[in-house]
Nanobody, 121 residues
Framework: QVELVESGGGLVQAGDSLRLSCAAS????????MGWFRQAPGKEREFVAA????????NYADSVKGRATISRDNAKNEMYLQMNSLKPEDTAVYYC??????????????WGQGTQVTVSS
């Protein structure tokens, strides 16, 4: 069993930056692909970014490409999402997920509880 806990969300202004963290406990995620999703009110959960367990491949949604960087530290069992030039449309609950690099949410086996990111204009 893997437990995932996100942190780093908050209220920021448009143009600001945030670094989200995902801490894994229980079983190690050292050899597990992982990703970030987000869900805005009234919308479906959508893919943001994913990273392989070796960090040799990453994938980003078009909506964040060029503004987001996904990374991980397997020694710490942690994953990160650096978001720059934040826009009001980035406002959502951000979820950490483990088990895949797919853009499809149901491909992932484990999920965190989410961290709220609110971007004011």
């Amino acid at each position: 069993q893997v437990e995932l806990v996100e942190s780093g969300g908050g209220l920021v202004q448009a143009g600001d930056s945030l670094r989200l963290s995902c801490a894994a406990s229980g079983r190690t995620v050292r050899w597990v692909n992982m990703g970030w999703f987000r869900q805005a009110p009234g919308k479906e959960r959508e893919f943001v970014a994913a990273i392989t367990w070796r960090s040799d491949s990453t994938n980003y949604a078009d909506s964040v490409k060029g503004r987001a960087t996904i990374s991980r530290d397997n020694a710490k069992n942690e994953m990160y999402l650096q978001m720059n030039s934040l826009k009001p449309e980035d406002t959502a609950v951000y979820y950490c997920a483990a088990g895949s690099t797919s853009i499809v949410a149901k491909a992932y086996d484990y999920w965190g509880q989410g961290t709220q990111v609110t971007v004011s204009s």
